[in-house]
């Protein structure tokens, strides 16, 4: 068979242009294969080396610091082989069935399909609220630095940023290094605990070093640090005007007029999860992940998986998942185009892998996740708000119907069923299921995703011939 019917017959498909889709494109390009790569944002790079609009002129070691030059060697992997990649920017795709992927662009859906799919969807905040949470002003972490990465935008004049993990403190760091006044940053974890986990982080010993001269470097500008706090409220009526915390000395307060808050990350794992991709509970992360092999392998045929979207392991392991996973397809289909060379660099990325692994590890000991958080949350706090559906709520489900398997306290009390699909409050529910009924979270299972796993719009004639569109969900 000639070279190019048989890779006529590999049809290979990314979901995600981040550093995981876009390392598995430039491979699968490197061994003569042409990718599709759907995104559905308008430029590639991802979270983590999410691109400015073109009229915005920060430079890269402005926008991304020390990560700047990472930066430009995703953003130049993926120019270099536009011409011989199929890319869809600002490209949701909404669902996924037998081989097929709908997709949504400029408001039109249509069909993609495919042989081989590399789901490469990356992560979202890791949403624990509390009270005032909603109120105008108030920000996940990682939209508070969309706004400075995308648009050069401070979310506020007087900025709190608060939660836990690595992206705290540096976004933080990003904030003040862009003129920024941030004045507080509230971190639940202790910092005892982050100096007990320094062994497990030197695996990684320059990232570890990092996350220390953030805090170095912002203790030295002057930024208050706060540790081991407890968030009571963000306080305010028409929109935030400050918020109240507690630790180890008392009640604090402190006026702001925006606050940024997260607790580390969740995978966007809707697609896998559609598909039919079989699922564990992975205690680390505290959430059900597609399961996995070695290198990418989902349970379904043909199905990869990469990056953050698979488990939150960070920008530099998407790179090296993505790459192995493109070599991954490749072996199982068409071996022949994979060489002795080809191996090798699959076990260097495997071992490499599970060094970050280890690190990761490190860092859940450094930040872990706030465990009294759903025995303290309040009744009356909303967790879904699409849905307005409260603690209480919650509870009630558990408490009076006897539900404590999650899908079933959706359908009780709709907790999930709103715009966000879940993606927000699906983590907070779960912890308050299980808190509730006395139960390990592990056992509260997991929500089922559902098509389209995002908002599209429904199209319709209206009399006038005009056309409407309204959001469908
Ligand atoms: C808001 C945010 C900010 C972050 N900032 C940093 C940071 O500054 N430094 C750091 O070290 N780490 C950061 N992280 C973590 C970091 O983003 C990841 O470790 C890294 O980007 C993972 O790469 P990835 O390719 O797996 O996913 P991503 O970079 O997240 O890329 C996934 C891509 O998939 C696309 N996508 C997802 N679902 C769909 C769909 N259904 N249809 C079409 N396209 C889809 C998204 O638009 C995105 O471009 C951040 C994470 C988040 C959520």
Redesign the pocket.
Known sequence: MSNASKFDMIKPVI?????????AAQTLVSHGLRPTV????PS???????QPSVHFKRTKKGL?GF?AGRADSVHQAMAEILDRVDYHPD????NAQDNQLD?LSSGKTSVSSYSHLIL??????RVLPFEGWTLPGVY????A??AL?AQGNSIGDRVVLMGTG??LY??AY?YVRAGANVVAVLDTSKRKSQVAATGSMLSLPSVLLKGVYYIAWLRAHGVPLFEGINPIRASGHERVTGIVWEDDRGNHEISCDAIGFGYA?RS?T??ADILGCRFSFDRLQRAHLPERDECGRSSIDGVYL?????G????????K??ELVALTLISDAQPSLIHEKDRTRMKELQSELSRIKRFRLGLEQAFPFPQNWANQTPDDLIICRCEEISAGQIRQAVQVNGAIEINRVKALTRVGMGRCQSRMCAAAAAEIIADCAGIDISEVGRLRGQPP??PIPFVTEQQTGETQIRDKQ
């Open positions: 979901v995600g242009a981040g550093p995981a889709g876009i390392r759907l995104d559905e944002s590639w790079g991802g979270q983590i080396y999410r991304y990560e490209t949701l795709v909404w997709t490469a969807t990356g992560a979202t905040d996940s972490l990682g939209a630095q969309i990465k690595p992206l540096l976004v990003q990350l966007e809707q697609l990469a990056g953050d979207g698979a939150i392991m960070g920008a530099d392991a998407a790179e998942a993505g796993i995002k």
